[in-house]
C-alpha cells in the first residue's frame, strides 16, 4: 500500500494549488491532509470520510481550502485558494481503514499509512 502526494509548488500569495493523494493497493475509510511548516510541529488540516465524503477542516484554512474525493482515481483532492505565506509547509497526506468521526479526524496517531510530503511554499 502506498500514498503518493504531488501538486506542490512556489505560489504567489492569492494563489492556488492543488495537491493530490493517490492511494495504490486498496482504498481507505479516512483520509487525512497534515501540514508541517520549518520549526512547528506537523498539524491537521483537512479530512474526507470517504463512504458519505463528509469533510472536515482545521479553523485556519476554512473556507479557503477544499477535500474532496476522486473515484475514478483512488485519489483523495485538496484545493488550495486564497494561499498565505503562513501556508507554506510540508504538506502530508494520511490514510486509514477506519471511517472516524470528527473529533477522531485532525489525530494524527489514528493514520496508520503516510505519504511523503510535497512542499507548498507560498510568496508575499
Known amino acids: 500500500v502506498q500514498l503518493q502526494a504531488s501538486g506542490g509548488g512556489l505560489v504567489q500569495a492569492g494563489g492556488s494549488l492543488r495537491l493530490s493523494c493517490a492511494a495504490s493497493g486498496r482504498s481507505f475509510g479516512t483520509y487525512g491532509w497534515f501540514r508541517q511548516a520549518p520549526g512547528k510541529e506537523r498539524e491537521f488540516v483537512a479530512a474526507?470520510?470517504?463512504?458519505?465524503?463528509?469533510?472536515n477542516y482545521a479553523m485556519s484554512v476554512k473556507g479557503r481550502f477544499t477535500i474532496s474525493r476522486d473515484n475514478a482515481n483512488n485519489m483523495v483532492i485538496l484545493q488550495m485558494n486564497g494561499l498565505k505565506p503562513e501556508d507554506t509547509a510540508v504538506y502530508y497526506c494520511?490514510?486509514?481503514?477506519?471511517?472516524?468521526?470528527?473529533?477522531?479526524?485532525?489525530?494524527?496517531?489514528?493514520?496508520?499509512?503516510w505519504g511523503q510530503g510535497t512542499q507548498v511554499t507560498v510568496s508575499s
Open positions: 474526507i470520510r470517504w463512504s458519505d465524503r463528509h469533510t
Open positions: 494520511a490514510a486509514d481503514s477506519r471511517s472516524w468521526n470528527i473529533g477522531s479526524q485532525p489525530r494524527q496517531d489514528l493514520y496508520d499509512y
